[in-house]
């Protein structure tokens, strides 16, 4: 899986956690402090993700980085 799709799949994560949770990007903005642009883009796989910003969403969407980044094949990364 190459850097693209990667980013896709976490961007799919993501979505379907907070959906899942009943927020909206705002929601999820006011829990992170990471604008919902930002947001918008990293669900769609369209921005890379800094580590620090994959913590403050992790923390959000109340789960850990490790259930994040779990099943994302990192091997060609």
Known sequence: MNEKEVLK???????????AMGLSLR???ARTGVPNTSLSKIERGLKDV????????????????????????HGDV
Do not use: M, P, W, Y
């Not at 580590?51 to 094949?73: H, M, P, Q, R, V």
């Open 27 to 29: 929601d999820i903005e």
């Open 50 to 73: 800094e580590f620090l910003t994959i913590c403050k969403l992790a923390n959000g969407l109340e789960t850990t980085i490790s259930e994040l980044t779990k099943d994302l094949d």
């Open 9 to 19: 799949q976490l961007g799919i994560k993501l979505r379907r956690l907070r959906k």
